[in-house]
């Protein structure tokens, strides 16, 4: 079983926010919130989930020590990156569009309906989901 798998309650995550995009109609969304993918780090390899049009892409980035810090590297090329925490339930997420919004909020537990675009989930993130605002740690957020 990997660490990935043996979470705590308040394992960290980083939503990463691109304005990035080949599609057309994402270009009605906010500039530099028109896609969202998510990091993780188990203290031995960064992984990322990147729900991309056309498939899902879940890399393993074995090249990059456990100890570099991907969120500041990603956000000093134009990334907006905001610390989290994953959530656990016991009752199912609500019936959504997959999206890459809807994807991240099922790798972070969140169960809120009516979040449906990456400045909407942004805007969450660094209000009430912040990572400081739920553990005993410092403030260390990237946006």
Known sequence: MSA????????????VFS????????????PGFRH????????QRWVSLDPLSNHTEIS?????PPEF?????LEN???RVVET???????????MLFTCVEAVKRVLGLHKRFI????????FLRGKHSYAKHSNKGEYSYG
């Open 85 to 95: 925490f994953v959530e656990r339930h016991k009752s199912p997420a609500p019936f």
């Open 116 to 123: 449906f675009t990456p400045w909407q989930l942004y805007r």
């Open 36 to 43: 969202c993918f998510v990091l993780l780090n188990d203290g």
């Open 4 to 15: 990935l798998s043996e979470r705590n309650d308040n394992q960290k995550a980083w939503v």
């Open 69 to 73: 810090d991907l969120p500041y590297w």
């Open 60 to 64: 393993v980035h074995h090249h990059v």
């Open 19 to 30: 304005g990035q995009t080949d599609l057309a109609w994402l270009k009605v969304f906010k």
């Open 77 to 79: 090329r134009g990334h």
